[in-house]
């Protein structure tokens, strides 16, 4: 036997049916956003930690560079101070050296009484000099100072400006730097290009290849960093596509699931015919 629903039964069955499929709707809604503010927030941490990483080293650059100055003029003193010593000293070596002279020029009796007084000064001012001399050496060994050398020659030779590397110089010798392994010589190499040729064409390369040096040496938040720059600063660059897998990759290697699987859709999305977005959707499927 049948038991039949009547029609508000039926409306009512309906109606909660369309109320379940709008509030799926509504939450996978709400979970895309969720996840795309949790890619802002995570970034804009990175980037706040980076910033007070940077303040952290530019205040240590500041407070040794005064440290530096004041050594420097702390030591300037000190050698004006032994100028003078030496320049006391000559003096002294003068005075003694003209009594001495004077004493061989003018022959005495032994035990001439009028000569004594003349021995005396010739005495003291030997004295004087050998304390001259030791405070001059203990200054010396305080400051482990080199002999000074001779006066430079005031009439300065002409020296050629340095020439300004061009475009493919840079590039290539930053380039070549990376290949070999060389992260540090290979980033400062490309941050040095794109200083002196912001406009290039591969301005958007050498961004991508500064974002790959932090990569290479795992400091996958600095990567992450610099691969937005090149996402933010050339959107129409052929870097674009690489700079994303390479973040994706770089959240993975963090362990950040979700970031990377968002950032590989993105990639699958916007770019469907590269060979970048093949390997994000290869990924895509591991993650899932």
């Not at 996958?220 to 700079?243: C, D, M, T, W």
């Not at 994706?248 to 970031?259: E, I, Q």
């Amino acid at each position: 036997m049948q038991i039949m629903k009547n029609p508000f039964q039926a409306r009512l069955g309906s109606t909660g049916m369309l109320f379940m499929v709008i509030g799926v709707l509504i939450l996978g809604g709400c979970a895309t956003r969720r996840d795309v503010h949790t890619i802002d927030t995570r970034i804009s941490e990175m980037e706040l930690r980076d910033a007070e990483e940077r303040r952290r080293r530019e205040d240590f650059a500041r407070n040794r560079e005064a440290t530096e100055q004041a050594l420097r003029q702390q030591a300037a003193s000190t050698r004006a101070q032994i100028d003078e010593v030496r320049e006391e000293m000559r003096a002294l070596s003068g005075r003694i050296e003209e009594l001495e002279h004077a004493l061989r020029q003018q022959p005495r009796p032994a035990g001439d009484a009028a000569d004594r007084p003349r021995e005396e000064k010739l005495a003291r001012l030997e004295e004087a000099n050998a304390q001259t001399a030791q405070r001059l050496a203990r200054m010396e060994q305080h400051l482990k100072l080199e002999p000074l050398a001779a006066p430079a020659s005031k009439i300065k030779p002409e020296v050629a400006a340095p020439r300004m590397a061009t475009e493919a110089e840079l590039y290539t010798k930053a380039r070549q730097s990376f290949d070999q392994g060389h992260m540090g010589a290979a980033r400062k190499g490309f941050e040095e290009f794109l200083v002196s040729y912001p406009s290039s064409d591969n301005a958007d390369n050498a961004q991508f290849w500064i974002g790959e040096t932090f990569f290479q040496e795992k400091s996958y938040e600095k990567a992450i960093l610099e691969y937005q720059k090149v996402i933010e600063k050339y959107p129409r660059g052929n870097k674009v596509p690489a700079a994303l897998l390479k973040q994706g990759l770089a959240f993975l290697s963090l362990k950040d699931r979700v970031n990377s699987r968002l950032i590989f859709e993105e990639l699958v999305r916007k770019y469907p015919n590269t060979s970048e977005a093949k390997a994000a959707a290869d990924r895509l499927k591991e993650l899932r």
